[in-house]
Nanobody, 121 residues
């Protein structure tokens, strides 16, 4: 397993913006895709956005046009710019990454610890 370190959550008023980032600790040999899920109280965890190497990013319909996922300067870092935030975006956001760490012959699916995003007035 690879530890994923997240940052960037917080509180914002409706219409505001936040930027999430996620990076793995340790050396990564290969990246099989990274993205973000979220889980609101009483609801199931859902995919928000995901980016596979060499492919266009994928978004859930409710965030299209408002959220943008991208790789950081380090290809193993994933960023998500969230604009025009709405109260229904309030959730714990989790980074997810399929990575092959140095010394391993297999990919593992890894989760961050979660970062709270709260949108309210």
């Amino acid at each position: 397993q690879v530890k994923l370190v997240e940052s960037g959550g917080g509180w914002v008023q409706p219409g505001g913006s936040l930027r999430l980032s996620c990076a793995p600790s340790g050396k990564i040999v290969s990246n099989g895709g990274m993205g973000w899920y979220r889980q609101a109280p009483g609801k199931q965890r859902e995919l928000v956005a995901f980016i596979f190497p060499g492919s266009v990013p994928q978004y859930r319909d409710s965030v299209k046009g408002r959220f943008s996922i991208s790789r950081g300067d380090n290809e193993n870092t994933v960023l998500m710019q969230m604009d025009d935030l709405k109260p229904e975006d309030t959730a714990v956001y989790y980074c997810n990454a399929r990575l092959r760490p140095q010394g391993s012959t297999a990919y593992t699916t890894n989760w961050g610890q979660g970062t709270q995003v709260t949108v309210s007035s």
